[in-house]
């Protein structure tokens, strides 16, 4: 089963970088607009400083709706690293919901009466 999976990756990678290969080659990839955004590093930090606002906000969001049905003060910074870890496992597991669950786990050593039905309508909610 390991090797499966292990030759499915390969095989995706392997696919993944012939067709950037070969969009570069015939011209269809324009990397001109990338090389000025990077030239300018303004461009970079104010990229990166939006990014971390909006995660901010998500998190301070989804921490409002579990703090408005359970009635209990949530740490922020918590909250904000259940959402990096629910972001990670959505990276790297298969599946759109694995983020969420692990995120479920986590937050119900958090509060501990949190139900499942709860938490998946916080998630509907936030999204």
């Known amino acids: 089963m390991l090797i499966f999976f292990m030759l499915k990756s390969i095989f995706k990678i392997v696919i993944s970088v012939g067709l950037v290969s070969w969009l570069i080659q ?12 990077l030239s300018n590093p303004s461009h970079v930090l104010t990229g990166f400083l939006l990014l971390i606002c909006q995660t901010m906000l998500i998190s301070k969001r989804w921490q ?6 359970y ?3 949530l740490s922020f910074s918590k ?22 669950v692990s995120k479920y786990f986590y937050l119900r050593q958090m509060v501990p009466g949190l139900s499942k039905r709860s938490f998946l309508l916080s998630i509907l909610l936030d999204r």
């Open 26 to 37: 015939s011209g269809k990839i324009d990397f001109m607009p990338l090389k000025s955004i």
């Open 64 to 69: 409002n709706l579990v703090e408005l049905r």
């Open 79 to 100: 909250m904000y690293g259940l959402y990096f870890i629910g972001s990670f496992f959505n990276l790297f597991l298969p599946g759109a919901v694995t983020g969420d």
């Open 71 to 73: 009635q209990q003060s």
